[in-house]
């Protein structure tokens, strides 16, 4: 803009630009399990450091929805249900209505007894 000053330089991004979640980084997870697991091609290196961030990823995933309860037709709008994702085998158990508070408390320990990752004794 010809004869015009200069825009003059303003406050910048807001403090928290850079913090908010991105739903890159949350692709990034699933890229890494991919090429993890050799379903995506990656170099050598790729493959290493998926393997690594998908290993330091490995922890019980234990979710848990406690459902929702109408009060006034007395009736379920949808039933509690839990999964867990065992970290060792990769095996994913759930369940659904009264079975999810007995679940939730002992899936753990049930699951390591027939863990399809953990030697068997002979």
Request: proline share 10%; net charge negative.
């Amino acid at each position: 803009m010809a004869g015009q000053p200069e825009p003059q330089p303003g406050p910048g991004l807001p403090a928290g630009a850079w913090t908010t979640p991105s739903p890159i980084n949350d692709s990034r997870v699933h890229d890494a399990r991919a090429i993890a697991s050799g379903k995506r091609r990656s170099s050598p290196q790729a493959y290493r450091a998926a393997q690594a961030a998908v290993a330091k990823a490995s922890e019980p995933d234990l979710r848990v929805d406690l459902g929702q309860w109408d009060a006034k037709a007395h009736r379920w709008i949808h039933f509690p249900t839990a999964d867990y994702r065992c970290p060792a085998c990769g095996e994913t158990e759930s369940a659904s209505g009264d079975q999810v508070a007995h679940f939730a408390a002992h899936i753990e320990t049930e699951h390591a007894d027939r863990c399809s990752a953990n030697p068997k004794e002979a």
